[in-house]
C-alpha cells in the first residue's frame, strides 16, 4: 500500500472542537443521535489483497509498503449501518 495521511499539528485542535461540540449537542439536544446514522463499506478480494481505497493506515512513518493488485478478480463489497437503534447491513458479490 502506498496511501499515506499525515497528522498536521493544526488536526489535533480541530477534532478536539468537533468532539466538545458533539458532545455538547448530545447532552443538550435530547433526540440528536436519534437523527444520526453513521455507515460504511468495504471491498473485500476473494485473493486476499487488501482494497487500498477503503484502507486507511495511519502512523508516525511512511511505512513504503507496496502490494499487487490483481485487476477484476472477484469480491465481495460488504455495508453496514447503524443507527440509534437499528443495526443495518447487506453485502453483494461483485464479480
Known amino acids: ?10 488536526d489535533r485542535p480541530q477534532h ?6 458533539m458532545l455538547s449537542r448530545i ?16 471491498i473485500f478480494h476473494v485473493s486476499n489483497k487488501v482494497n487500498k481505497y477503503n484502507c486507511r493506515i495511519w502512523g508516525s512513518e511512511n511505512p513504503h509498503a507496496v502490494q ?3 485487476r477484476n478478480g472477484p469480491k ?10 437499528t443495526v443495518t447491513g447487506g453485502y453483494y458479490v461483485v464479480v
Do not use: G, T
Open 1 to 10: 500500500m502506498q496511501i499515506v495521511q499525515k497528522l498536521r499539528p493544526n
Open 16 to 21: 478536539v472542537s468537533f468532539a466538545v461540540k
Open 27 to 42: 447532552k443538550n439536544e435530547h433526540y440528536f443521535l436519534n437523527r444520526i446514522i453513521f455507515s460504511d463499506e468495504a
Open 68 to 70: 499487487e493488485e490483481e
Open 76 to 85: 465481495i463489497n460488504i455495508w453496514c449501518a447503524l443507527s440509534h437503534d
